[in-house]
């Protein structure tokens, strides 16, 4: 089934249920223009928008898993990073959130960077910079940023973030602001349901952090590359991942033992900011 099928497919399934297309959008938490691209094969359509759709409009579970296989039969999706700019970078926040309010788990590994979810608006804005994108680009995507990160104080889900030592000590702000970077991490470490592990430079390795990458439940893995944003659906491939996460998860420090190793590094900004 390609885009225009299955889109057509969706259609056809909306209108027989009886909802119009707005209340349809309004609950798979994406705009009526959206869902309307969808629809007629203007836009190609992810696994996770599917089964958004699908939910919005009721169908049986045997109708969603069938609709969901023909979603997954192109099970690897890149979205290359100079298209997301052309129709707007802030909107991809927009798409996070919405995936992020359905999940129950997430977890994920970041080498290079703070997390998104974990990142103070300077950082934010540092990060964005590297981008080439418009101030107005750059304020959308932090306000839309920042409303993503309620999601950190949703008792009902599991986030769970493996940070390496050198994505602590990236300098891509000042020392202060990064001394509060990471004094946000502290603070954020240490609610309930969030677990924020640091993997130690002085851990043995036994696996390679080629990239980072996102699990959302079992259902779907985001990998972000120079170029692009993959997506991939394949149960098979999302368990490469799942591996790769558990072998960091065994080396990285939890707890106190994070704390500790973060509020050294932090230390070490505060001492660079004294001396300037």
């Known amino acids: 089934m390609n885009r225009s099928q299955l ?20 609950s798979a938490l994406m705009s009526p223009s959206k869902l309307s691209k969808i ?15 699908l939910t919005a409009i009721g169908v049986s579970d045997e109708a969603k898993a069938e609709y969901m296989d023909a979603a997954r039969a192109s099970a690897t999706e890149t979205i290359a990073w100079r298209l997301l700019k052309r129709t707007g970078v802030h909107k991809g926040q927009q798409d996070a959130k919405a995936l992020e309010t359905q999940m129950v788990l997430l977890r994920l590994f970041q080498p290079a960077l703070v997390p998104g979810l974990l990142q103070t608006p300077e950082y934010m804005r540092a990060v964005l910079r590297c981008h080439d994108l418009s ?11 920042l409303e993503r990160q309620e999601v950190l104080y949703d008792g009902n889900k599991s986030l769970r ?14 020392p202060q602001m990064m001394a509060a970077q990471l ?22 390795q036994n696996d390679i952090a080629s990239h980072a990458f996102v699990i959302h ?6 990998i972000e590359t120079v170029h692009a944003e993959v997506v991939v659906t394949d149960p098979r491939d999302i368990e490469l991942y799942v591996k790769k996460f558990k072998s960091f998860e065994r080396s990285a ?24």
């Open 39 to 53: 629809e007629h094969g203007k836009l190609g359509v992810g696994a996770a928008d599917v089964e958004r759709i």
């Open 183 to 204: 004094d946000r991490i502290i603070s954020v470490s240490r609610l309930p349901h969030v677990d924020i592990r640091v993997v130690p430079l002085t851990a043995e």
């Open 161 to 174: 973030f493996i940070i390496t030592e050198p994505a602590l000590r990236w300098r891509i702000v000042r």
């Open 217 to 222: 439940d079992d259902r779907m893995a985001m």
């Open 253 to 276: 420090l939890s707890g106190a033992e994070m704390r500790c190793v973060v509020e050294r590094v932090r230390d070490g900004f505060l001492r660079e900011q004294e001396t300037d």
């Open 135 to 145: 101030e107005d680009s750059i304020n959308r995507t932090i306000s839309g940023r």
């Open 7 to 26: 889109g057509a497919a969706l259609r056809a399934l909306r209108v027989a249920s009886g909802k119009d297309a707005k209340a349809v959008a309004r």
